[in-house]
């Protein structure tokens, strides 16, 4: 899996001094910290937001779009 690269822009610079925070806190580098929140958020909303997406698809369907 360590050959498959994602690449990772953070959305604000709070959110990049706050990674760089918890990477000092823990010893680590920034990639483990976003490597870790990635996989807590897909294990709380990956259902929800696939199920989601299959939401929206239906409604712009029956709106003919």
């Known amino acids: 899996m360590d050959s498959d690269r994602i690449y990772f822009r953070a959305a604000s610079q709070t959110d990049a001094d706050a990674i760089q925070a918890l990477a000092q806190a823990f010893g680590c580098s920034q990639s483990q910290v976003v490597r ?30």
């Open 36 to 65: 870790f929140a990635m996989a807590e958020w897909l294990s709380h909303n990956f259902v929800k937001r696939i199920e989601f997406a299959q939401v929206m698809k239906e409604v712009k369907e029956a709106k003919g779009d």
